[in-house]
């Protein structure tokens, strides 16, 4: 039964020491890793518009290469040097 009276204050020492560690330790770690995912996302969201705005120019690409090919009465081939003297868009 004495035991039991040392073992409260000691466990009192012991959340306050866990209380003090959490707060040096954890709490800054939780911030880096929050950091961490914050530039991950933002380098994420970069590349999907790099991804989204080289499909549609290939999109583009297709769109003519479709125009040329289903337009009745013109000479594919003299389409195909007409567009390839003519100098890119971008």
Do not use: F
Not at 23 to 35: F, G, Y
Not at 61 to 67: G, M, S, T
Not at 70 to 76: E, H, L, P, S
């Amino acid at each position: 039964m004495r035991d039991l009276g040392v073992l409260i204050p000691i466990l009192g020492i012991m959340c306050g020491l866990v209380a003090i560690i959490g707060k040096v330790w954890i709490r800054p770690w939780l911030r880096l890793k929050e950091k961490q995912l914050q530039m991950t996302s933002d380098r994420t969201a970069e590349k999907a518009a790099q991804y989204a705005a080289h499909t549609e120019r290939l999109e583009q690409r297709v769109r003519v290469l479709e125009r040329i090919v289903t337009d009745k009465g013109i000479d594919v081939a003299e389409e195909i040097d007409r567009l390839r003297d003519t100098p890119p868009l971008n």
